[in-house]
């Protein structure tokens, strides 16, 4: 590899984390067809290369949210169960998968991204009441500053929660893509997570 291709791979990545963070998806969603469609690079090193780039881009991110109070740290270790396990799984599958595979899973999980990206809906979360039953203690607050309220709510249906998480770490482990295209959208519509706080937690899994 010369300097000049480094250079151009480097821009690539650099392209695809800007875009990955603005739109929550994760920069390997663009860095592995990049990788593989313009530099020519094996979807298998491809993918292995946006894999680290994911994990640093999420330990950035979730600086930020963890900051700014969206993390529930308490429900990103119970996910992070499943998630890991899930990744682990998904990278054994990518090691003798074939490469033709792994561009047509890729290839249905873009389609999938951008059909999110444009049907995109979040389920307004009310405040959860001192009263209401939390059986995994998962209750959390953050301040939103675009309201200015405090918003406190209790995560629902965990173990569908933990079952999405696992299908989401072999997804991230398969293709090197980070699992917050469906973390994100799980726990808004199907747990009940607040959507700031749905990315801010997503940051910290896989």
């Known amino acids: 590899m010369d300097f000049v291709e480094a250079l151009g791979l480097g821009g690539a990545a650099a392209i695809a984390a800007i875009f990955g963070s603005m739109l ?11 990788f593989t469609l313009f530099f020519g690079i094996d ?7 946006s894999a ?8 950035v991110g979730s600086r930020n949210h963890l900051r700014n ?34 561009n047509f899973i890729f290839g249905i999980v873009l389609l999938a991204a951008a059909i999110s990206m444009l049907v995109r809906r979040q389920v307004p979360i009310p405040n959860s009441e001192p009263g209401d039953p939390d059986p995994y203690l998962l209750r959390a607050t953050f ?21 999405a998480s696992g299908f989401a770490g072999v997804l991230s482990g398969l ?13 808004n519509l199907l747990m009940r997570v607040p959507m700031k706080a749905a990315a801010g937690t997503s940051t910290f899994l896989v």
């Open 52 to 59: 680290v780039s994911v994990i640093t881009n999420s330990v």
């Open 143 to 163: 301040h939103d500053r675009a309201t200015g309220c405090d918003v406190t709510y209790i995560p629902q249906r965990v173990p569908v929660g933990l079952g």
């Open 175 to 187: 293709l090197g893509v980070g699992g917050g295209v469906i973390q994100v959208p799980m726990m």
């Open 69 to 102: 109070g969206f993390t529930n740290v308490h429900l990103a270790m119970l996910l992070g169960l499943t998630t890991v396990t899930g990744a682990i799984v998904g990278a054994a599958i990518a090691l003798v998968a074939d490469a033709s595979v792994l």
């Open 24 to 34: 929550g998806l994760g920069g390997g969603v663009f860095l592995v067809p990049i």
């Open 43 to 49: 979807p298998k090193i491809a993918i292995a290369a």
